[in-house]
Structures are given as structure tokens and as C-alpha cells.
């Protein structure tokens, strides 16, 4: 390392190792659960829309894998999620209900025909 003092290396590593020493510390500190987020709102939720929110994950996930997801599904669902972490059960029904007829829609346009233009290469 010419041309380098060896003060510049120094500071350079002395500041390293506070970095990495104050990253490792912070790392250890942590005290979040790993349990997965729906576990906790089940029991703050009612019964009928614990079940309507499994139903829009279902739904939105089988659109999702034939890729006719509506953004209009994926929104609803993410509103349901966040309603269920608050305990709001009637937002839930409401925002599950709408998530699970969009991907419903988005499943049945995939019947409709293609509206792309065809045209012969050859």
C-alpha cells in the first residue's frame, strides 16, 4: 500500500471494527417473535371472517399462480391482513369479500379471447 500513512489505515480500520462490533451488538439485542403474524389475529377476529380471509388467500393465490391476479385483488387482500392485525372484523369481511371476487374476475377473463392483434410472420 504505497502512498497510504498508516494513520489513514488505521482510522480506517479502527472504524471498521466500531461498525461491525455496533452492528453485532444491535443483532443480539433483538427480541422479536418469530411467530407468523396471523397466529396472533386469529382470536381477534370473528369466526366468519377468520374464514373469509382464508377463502381471499386461497383465491388470490390460485389467480396469482395462472398470472390473472388483479391489482384490485392484491390491494383488497393486503387492506383484509391490516384490518385483521387491528381486529376489525367487519373491514376484514369486507376487504376478504372484494379480494376474493377480483381474483375470481380475473380467473374467469382468461375464458374471454385474447384481444392481441394476430398477425403472420413468415
Known sequence: MAGVSSKFVF???????????A????????TEST??????????????????L???ETDVSD????F?????????LQAARESAALGDSASVIRMATFA?????L????????STERKTDRK
Open 68 to 76: 390473472a391476479l388483479w391489482t384490485t385483488a392484491e390491494s383488497a
Open 100 to 104: 376474493s371476487s377480483q381474483a375470481k
Open 35 to 52: 411467530q407468523p403474524a396471523n397466529q396472533t389475529t386469529a382470536a381477534s377476529i370473528t369466526p366468519e371472517a377468520q374464514a373469509l
Open 23 to 30: 452492528y453485532g451488538l444491535t443483532g443480539c439485542a433483538s
Open 106 to 113: 380475473g380467473l374467469e377473463q382468461l375464458k374471454l379471447p
Open 11 to 21: 482510522t480506517v480500520v479502527s472504524g471498521l471494527i466500531t461498525l461491525l462490533s
Open 54 to 56: 382464508i377463502q381471499a
Open 63 to 66: 389467480a396469482r399462480s395462472k
